[in-house]
């Protein structure tokens, strides 16, 4: 019985983990965007840091994405 426990632990835990990754893709180059415009208006330059935080962003993501599933995916073994 105590296995089916954990059984059941694990399993939400790895859905929990991929239902991240979507929610993390999406925001993670909002948060370069607001970082880009915002030094774009303190430093006056004109759209060149919004993209490049934008781009450094979703890198950012990917990133975060390829931990995740790496995790998901050893806990998945456990199941």
């Known amino acids: 019985m105590a296995e089916s426990k954990e059984s059941k632990y694990h399993s939400a835990r790895v859905i929990g983990l991929l239902g991240t990754i979507p ?8 948060i370069g965007y ?26 950012a993501g990917v990133k975060e994405m390829m931990r995740l599933l790496k995790r998901a995916r050893k806990d998945f073994e456990k199941i």
């Open 34 to 59: 607001g970082i880009g415009h915002y030094l774009d208006k303190w430093l006056h330059t004109a759209w060149v840091l919004r993209c490049l935080f934008t781009i450094l962003g979703f890198g």
């Open 23 to 30: 929610l993390i893709l999406a925001v993670s180059p909002l």
